[in-house]
């Protein structure tokens, strides 16, 4: 575990992402720095899983925010996509599971990415959640201990 200094870390992987797709992909922050105590490979696995899937999941821009919140910190990925029905929601973080199986052919994927997320959030005791509508797009949100020193 270490301290990652969240603006500049997420400037590096929205760097990254640029590298092997166009999609406009924006960073939000009201304050810097944002530190949190975490194995940083495994949090980045976690944006880049979320990323990917707004990334495939949505043609427009995706925005993400990064906050305070008292002890918390609070990470957001914001797809204006396809969505995910309500009654899908509570299965999406299953092992292997997908909400359109037939989407496997065109968009690829296993199934496995959230379950690998909401794992590494458990390792980090923090908690992930997701709020999407059908038709508008989805938000997931990530909340984090925040550290206080470098
Ligand atoms: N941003 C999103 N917008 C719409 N649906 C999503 C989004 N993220 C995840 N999903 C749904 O949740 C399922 C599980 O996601 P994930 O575990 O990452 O698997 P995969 O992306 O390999 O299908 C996806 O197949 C998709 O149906
Ligand atoms: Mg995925």
Same mark, same amino acid.
């Given at each position: ?7 500049? $870390?997420? =400037? ?5 992402? %640029? ?25 980045? =696995? ?9 990334? #495939?999941?949505? /043609? ?15 990470? *957001?990925? %914001? ?6 029905? =309500? !009654?899908?929601? #509570?299965?999406?973080?299953? *092992? $292997? ?5 037939? *989407? ?19 390792? /980090? ?8 509508? =059908?038709? !508008? ?12 020193? $470098?």
């Amino acid at each position: 575990m270490s301290v990652v200094n969240l603006v500049p $870390f997420c =400037q590096t992987i929205l760097k990254q992402m %640029k590298q092997v797709d166009k999609r406009e992909i924006s960073l939000h922050y009201e304050e810097s720095p944002i530190l949190i105590l975490a194995d940083e490979l495994k949090i980045k =696995q976690v944006i880049i899983i979320l990323l990917d899937n707004a990334i #495939k999941y949505s /043609h427009d821009k995706i925005d993400v925010f990064l906050d305070k919140n008292g002890d918390n910190v609070i990470v *957001r990925i %914001k797809d204006y996509g396809i969505g995910i029905p =309500q !009654e899908e929601i #509570k299965n999406i973080f299953e *092992r $292997f599971y997908r909400v359109d199986k037939a *989407r496997s052919r065109k968009t690829g994927g296993s199934g496995l990415g959230l379950y690998i997320a909401k794992s590494i959030m458990k390792l /980090h005791k923090g908690e992930i959640k997701i709020k999407s509508k =059908q038709g !508008e797009g989805t938000e997931v949100e990530l909340i984090l201990s925040a550290s206080l020193e $470098f």
